[in-house]
């Protein structure tokens, strides 16, 4: 249950390395959103090795497995009922369809809901290469690359001047650990929201800038046309 205003969610769907956390960053400050990452929150939470969930879930994340529903929604109701915005991108969640129909039935209960669900399609070979470059800030979570999204000065976060590194599940047997779970466990989501009519499909291959415009438009086509089942076309 949420104790909070009326949440209007727009779920980022995509396989690992998609780009739903590069995308949600940029789009968030264009439509006035908030950015919600279940992976970042779970991060967090794993960073506090004195806890036994904290403990858990490095456990899980590090071998590329998803953290069991309950405590996951646990965890992201908090975090959803501490935001001032209206409405959130929620990037990493859900993951199952039994994670789909724990955010419904939780928005339902403050006159919230799932406004549309934005899949990102990305070629597998793409997915890995973009992977197996991430860095990230180790104090601020932002997202570099190292050949795609440099940092000015290298090894040192743009914006505050952390310490860049590699994410400990983007080592090579990991990801493709992770690429399977998504395949049998998160790829269902797709069927499951196009039979909802809420699947906005955006190819999310090209420039960083191109895919949060074609993502934004394809938002606002989709609204327009009523909201009904819409595939975007290829740009
Ligand atoms: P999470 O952190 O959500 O990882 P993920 O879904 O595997 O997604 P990623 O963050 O790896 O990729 P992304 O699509 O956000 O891509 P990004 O923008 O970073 O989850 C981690 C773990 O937490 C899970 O494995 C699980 O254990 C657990 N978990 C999380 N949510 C859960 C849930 N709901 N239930 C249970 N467990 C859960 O981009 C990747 C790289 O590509 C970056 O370097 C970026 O710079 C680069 N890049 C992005 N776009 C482009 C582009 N257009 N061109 C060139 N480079 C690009």
Not at 18 to 26: D, F, I, P
Not at 149 to 157: D, H, I, N, T
Not at 187 to 190: K, M
């Given at each position: 249950m949420l104790d909070s205003t009326p949440k209007e969610v727009i779920v980022l769907l995509g396989p690992p390395g998609?780009?739903?956390?590069?995308?949600?960053?940029?789009l968030a400050g264009m439509i006035d959103a908030a950015h919600l990452s279940t992976g970042d929150l779970l991060r967090e939470t794993a960073a506090d090795a004195n806890s036994e969930s904290g403990r858990e879930i490095a456990g899980l994340m590090a071998g590329g497995q998803l953290v069991p529903d309950g405590l996951m929604l646990r965890i992201l109701v908090k975090t959803l009922s501490g935001l001032r915005e209206s409405t959130v991108l929620l990037d990493g969640f859900p993951r199952t369809t039994r994670q789909a129909e724990m955010l419904?039935?939780?928005?339902?209960?403050?006159?919230?809901?799932?406004?549309?669900?934005?899949?990102l399609e990305v070629d597998e070979a793409v997915l890995v290469e973009r992977l197996s470059g991430r860095l990230i800030c180790g104090a601020c979570g932002a997202v570099y690359h190292v050949?795609?999204?440099?940092?000015?000065?290298?090894?040192?976060?743009?914006?505050?001047g952390g310490k860049l590194k590699r994410r400990a599940d983007d080592a090579p047997e990991t990801i493709r650990n992770r690429l399977e779970v998504y395949a049998e466990q998160t790829?269902?989501?797709?069927d499951w929201y196009r039979a909802k009519g809420q699947l906005v499909g955006i190819n999310g291959m090209g420039e960083v800038d191109e895919i949060v415009s074609r993502v934004r438009d394809g938002l606002a086509d989709w609204k327009a046309a009523g909201q009904g089942l819409r595939e975007a076309p290829d740009p």
């Open positions: 998609a780009g739903k956390g590069t995308v949600s960053v940029r419904e039935r939780t928005l339902a209960s403050s006159n919230g809901c799932v406004r549309a669900a934005v899949l050949e795609t999204l440099k940092p000015r000065q290298a090894g040192v976060c743009d914006r505050c790829a269902p989501l797709i």
